[in-house]
T-cell receptor, first 111, second 112 residues
């Protein structure tokens, strides 16, 4: 069974640009969670999508947004990039109230 | 007070010893508890989950939960150098918010 996949692996942007990160959940999982892991910091919850709807968001500004497609894959968009947005962005998928499994992450670097 | 607290370490143990990793949480409504292992530069991988008070064993790993004390721990028996990683404690509160709240992690080094 294929795990959670994320693309791209690495992404380099400059301040003010927009970044788009993608995630495909494990087959059969309908929930996708996005987390940010900045250097030296723990995982911070960003967004939760389930059945195509945004269910909850963490304490992040509105320039962090996303969506979930009918096939349950998801996209995270970060607008007006700032230097402090440089981090590892992790996607996790979950079936129902079960455990979360993480993808390999996208390393975003903002110059 | 942080919602999930872990001793950041680093924690060093000799090969073959027992490594004990601890985690406390603040929300009494927390229902599900998870331990993830994260190697440097990699994503977290699930080691164990525990929902009920007591011990849960899986191979060399034992998770212990004490809801009255709001405490969860992970024991690693016969520690190996390959166990050297950061261990993340995560908690989920039952209800509409299903995301995990993570501790900052404990860095474990197993010395050959």
């Amino acid at each position: 069974e294929a795990g959670v996949t994320q693309s791209p692996t690495h992404l380099i942007k400059t301040r003010g640009q927009q970044a788009t990160l993608r995630c495909s959940p494990i087959s059969g999982h309908t929930s996708v969670y996005w987390y940010q892991q900045a250097l030296g910091l723990g995982l911070q919850f960003l967004l939760w999508y389930d059945e195509g709807e945004e269910r909850n968001r963490g304490n992040f500004p509105p320039r962090f947004s996303g969506r979930q497609f009918p096939n349950y894959s998801s996209e995270l968009n970060v607008n007006a990039l700032e230097l402090e947005d440089s981090a590892l962005y992790l996607c996790a998928s979950q079936a129902g109230a079960d455990t979360q499994y993480f993808g390999p992450g996208t390393r975003l670097t903002v110059l | 007070q942080k919602e999930v607290e872990q001793n950041s370490g680093p924690l060093s143990v000799p090969e073959g010893a027992i490594a004990s990793l601890n985690c406390t949480y603040s929300d009494r409504g927390s229902q599900s508890f998870f331990w993830y292992r994260q190697y440097s530069g990699k994503s977290p991988e699930l080691i164990m989950f525990i929902y009920s008070n007591g011990d849960k064993e899986d191979g060399r790993f034992t998770a212990q939960l004490n809801k009255a004390s709001q405490y969860v721990s992970l024991l690693i028996r016969d520690s190996q150098p390959s166990d050297s990683a950061t261990y993340l404690c995560a908690v989920r509160v039952t209800g509409s918010a299903r995301q995990l709240t993570f501790g900052s992690g404990t860095q474990l080094t197993v010395l050959p």
